[in-house]
């Protein structure tokens, strides 16, 4: 009976630490550790996921918003996931909206040879999904942008929602100088006016 016992008690605990560690993230981020961007700069952004605890899915898809003012969209790509023998990743289009500034960051659909599209789970932890990037406009204004998630787009192995990116605009240094050596002309302008 204590044998048995402790056999049940050395089961259950290995069941709770093995599923201790499983998580399911979406996380938008860049590979560039500075987020200062001057304009005509391209930022490149990256969807890293996990799904490491057993959970199953036959589609995903995740869409972020972009400050079309600030930005211009660029090239997207993806990486089909990992999927057992027999069966692939169908990698959808990727396009942005412009008159809605949206932009679809990873869509893909897992298919069996002869059963079609069923659910199938992954063990992944960190991997680079996808990579989307932007240019900074001439125009844009100087400050934080932030590309989120849209609300309610994210579709992976039962995460329905990410942490978005954000990024600050800086100005050009030609134009900082510029802006110190007006400041200087008019301090020196205001101390002859006060002799």
Request: glycine share 10%.
């Amino acid at each position: 009976m204590l044998r048995r016992c402790a056999v049940f008690a050395a089961l259950l605990l290995l069941g709770l630490t093995s599923r201790a560690g499983a998580t399911v993230s979406v996380v938008l981020t860049s590979p560039d550790p500075d987020p200062y961007y001057l304009p005509g700069e391209t930022i490149t952004l990256t969807v890293r996921v996990t799904a490491n605890g057993g959970e199953k899915d036959n589609a995903i898809s995740g869409y972020i918003r972009y400050p079309n003012a600030s930005v211009a969209p660029g090239t997207s790509s993806q990486a089909p996931l990992p999927h057992p023998p027999g069966g692939s990743w169908w990698q959808g289009q990727i396009p942005c909206y412009q008159p809605t500034y949206i932009c679809e960051v990873f869509d893909q659909l897992a298919i069996v040879e002869g059963v079609g599209s069923i659910p199938v789970a992954v063990n992944l932890t960190d991997f680079q999904l996808a990579t989307v990037t932007f240019t900074v406009r001439s125009t844009s204004p100087l400050g934080v942008i932030d590309f989120p998630w849209l609300e309610g787009s994210i579709d992976f192995f039962g995460a329905s929602s990410g942490s978005g990116y954000s990024v600050t605009i800086i100005p050009e240094p030609t134009t900082v100088s510029l802006l110190c050596v007006g400041l200087l002309g008019l301090t020196r302008a205001a101390r002859r006016d006060l002799r």
